[in-house]
């Protein structure tokens, strides 16, 4: 989730730093909640342990400053509860918005001299990729969700390939998705990640380190087929009363 791709990869070497002598540095948690098949939201709760924040406060800051910038560039907002601890919140008003917020957030890069690109261009980057498909009914929209993260350079400690032991306990991500009715997990691949649930949600625990694969299918209330629908009965219901009705009480007046 390119752990939002502010200057990633030295925000990267940061945490690979960090803990050696930290523990329980980063909890991010990213969930997408849909309302209804017109209107959802993306919620990011990023917390940061004391520890990492003083180890690196200035850049840990202006990284937070940077997601702040980003949220209301996508029409969205940013609450800082503490230096540690953020909350952005990005609306989209169906699957196809979703999808190009999602990517314009988390694919997004920055003007960089050559000097730093050359620095950091041995470490691999964190891809992610978010695609919705949506058959919309009259009344209802199935949906399909698949989002891949590959996570693999996070445990990355050289470009020879040493490899970070006990990244779980150093970065925790999540992902959960919310929706009115539920939602149907798909296990499909080897690298398909089993959810929790919480009663209309399912949570995915992420795992640094490997290729992250997550697919469900659900359905939502399509507000504009039902607002069409409830339009179409009122006017029959308005000419059933001109024509109907009315009619026939004036032909029991002329009675």
């Not at 306990?169 to 691949?189: A, E």
């Not at 997550?214 to 659900?218: K, L, N, R, T």
């Not at 009363?241 to 004036?250: A, M, P």
């Given at each position: 989730?390119?752990?939002s791709?502010?200057?990633?990869?030295?925000?990267?070497?940061?945490?690979?730093?960090?803990?050696?002598?930290?523990?329980?540095?980063?909890?991010?948690?990213?969930?997408?909640?849909?309302?209804?098949?017109?209107?959802?939201?993306?919620?990011?709760?990023?917390?940061?342990s004391?520890?990492?924040?003083?180890?690196?406060?200035?850049?840990?800051?202006e990284?937070?400053?940077?997601?702040?910038?980003?949220?209301?560039?996508?029409?969205?907002?940013?609450?800082?509860?503490?230096?540690?601890?953020?909350?952005?919140?990005?609306?989209?008003?169906?699957?196809?918005?979703?999808?190009?917020?999602?990517?314009?957030?988390?694919?997004?890069?920055?003007?960089?001299?050559?000097?730093?690109?050359?620095?950091?261009?041995?470490?691999?980057?964190?891809?992610?990729?978010?695609?919705?498909?949506?058959n919309?009914?009259?009344?209802?929209?199935?949906?399909?969700?698949?989002?891949?993260?590959?996570?693999?350079?996070?445990?990355?400690?050289?470009?020879?390939?040493?490899?970070?032991?006990?990244?779980?306990?150093?970065?925790?991500?999540?992902?959960?998705?919310?929706?009115?009715?539920?939602?149907?997990?798909?296990?499909?691949?080897?690298?398909?990640?089993?959810?929790?649930?919480?009663?209309?949600?399912?949570?995915?625990?992420?795992?640094?380190?490997?290729?992250?694969h997550?697919?469900?299918?659900?359905w939502?209330?399509?507000?504009?087929?039902?607002?069409?629908?409830?339009?179409?009965?009122?006017?029959?219901?308005?000419?059933y009363?001109?024509?109907?009705?009315?009619?026939?009480?004036?032909q029991?007046?002329?009675?």
């Open positions: 989730m390119n752990i791709n502010f200057r990633l990869k030295p925000m990267l070497w940061l945490v690979i730093c960090a803990s050696f002598i930290l523990s329980g540095c980063v909890q991010y948690d990213l969930g997408v909640t849909f309302n209804n098949a017109n209107n959802g939201e993306i919620i990011q709760h990023i917390q940061l004391e520890k990492l924040t003083s180890f690196s406060s200035d850049y840990i800051s990284w937070l400053n940077s997601l702040e910038r980003r949220a209301r560039k996508l029409e969205g907002s940013a609450r800082r509860i503490s230096p540690e601890e953020i909350i952005l919140k990005i609306p989209f008003s169906n699957g196809r918005e979703l999808q190009e917020k999602f990517s314009g957030f988390f694919n997004y890069t920055t003007s960089q001299k050559p000097d730093i690109v050359s620095n950091d261009s041995e470490l691999p980057n964190i891809t992610s990729n978010l695609l919705v498909q949506n919309n009914f009259l009344l209802l929209s199935r949906n399909r969700l698949i989002y891949d993260l590959d996570l693999r350079s996070l445990s990355v400690l050289t470009s020879k390939g040493n490899v970070l032991t006990g990244t779980g306990s150093i970065i925790n991500l999540d992902f959960s998705l919310q929706t009115p009715w539920g939602v149907k997990n798909i296990q499909q691949t080897e690298d398909a990640i089993q959810p929790e649930k919480n009663a209309k949600q399912l949570i995915w625990k992420l795992k640094p380190g490997e290729l992250n997550i697919e469900v299918v659900f939502l209330p399509n507000m504009l087929g039902i607002g069409t629908l409830i339009i179409i009965l009122f006017v029959w219901g308005g000419f009363l001109r024509y109907t009705l009315l009619e026939s009480g004036l029991d007046l002329q009675s």
